[in-house]
């Protein structure tokens, strides 16, 4: 088993729509977790991080993190076309290793 | 200030070649890393290092090696090429310490084995 699961999509939106990005973890030890968003042939660049459990609002991004059913979102409120990117999670294990997942491809039609 | 850099952007190596993808940052970052992103795979940890002569294996290492001589550079060499190893590289720096030291990546260097 993977240590974190992410559905691929893609996903496909019209601007404005909100976006829900969603992974699962198997580890219940894990604390931190990342969301990395990566546009076509860059690398991959922290977006947002939380510590345990509960919501990290950045201006149109929530992170969301609900460790009793190990499940980590994203949601993107107002979405625009800049917002087309893929979008991995992460987490972190004590000893500085990263776990990533699949990546959503996420696109916002104009 | 650079970031992090590698060279080069694109190679296309034939089987049991062998070759160095070059990493380097400019942040006096202690942490490196080497990840391999493969479709439906995401990101997997090839290598990391903690500081200069410090390296530890990831989830994938078989196939490569590391070396930390300076802070500032993470070579990684692949020791007889082999069409599975096909794949965009991506190293990555960071400050060690708590999770909200961010995870800086270079650009990546895409890997075509024949």
């Known amino acids: 088993q993977k240590e974190v699961e992410q559905d691929p999509g893609p996903l496909s939106v019209p601007e404005g729509a909100i976006v829900s990005l969603n992974c699962t973890y198997s580890n219940s030890a894990f604390q931190y977790f990342m969301w990395y968003r990566q546009y076509s042939r860059k690398g991959p660049e922290l977006l947002m991080y939380t510590y345990s459990s509960g919501n990290k609002e950045d201006g149109r991004f929530t992170a969301q993190v609900d460790k009793s059913s190990k499940y980590i979102s994203l949601f993107i409120r107002d979405s625009q076309p800049s917002d087309s990117a893929t979008y991995l999670c992460?987490?972190?294990?004590?000893?500085?290793?990263?776990?990533f997942g699949t990546g959503t491809s996420l696109t916002v039609i104009p | 200030n650079a970031g992090v850099t590698q060279t080069p952007k694109f190679q296309v190596l034939k089987t049991g070649q062998s070759m160095t993808l070059q990493c380097a940052q400019d942040?006096?970052?202690?942490?490196m890393s080497w990840y391999r992103q493969d479709p439906g795979m995401g990101l997997r940890l090839i290598h990391y290092s903690v500081g200069a002569g410090i390296t530890d294996q990831g989830e994938v290492p078989n196939g490569y090696n590391v070396s930390r001589s300076t802070t500032e550079d993470f070579p990684l060499r692949l020791l007889s090429a082999a069409p599975s190893q096909t794949s965009v590289y991506f190293c990555a720096s960071r400050r060690t310490g708590g999770f909200q030291e961010t995870q800086y990546f270079g650009p990546g260097t895409r890997l075509l084995v024949l």
């Open positions: 992460a987490t972190m294990n004590t000893g500085n290793q990263f776990y």
């Open positions: 942040m006096n970052h202690e942490y």
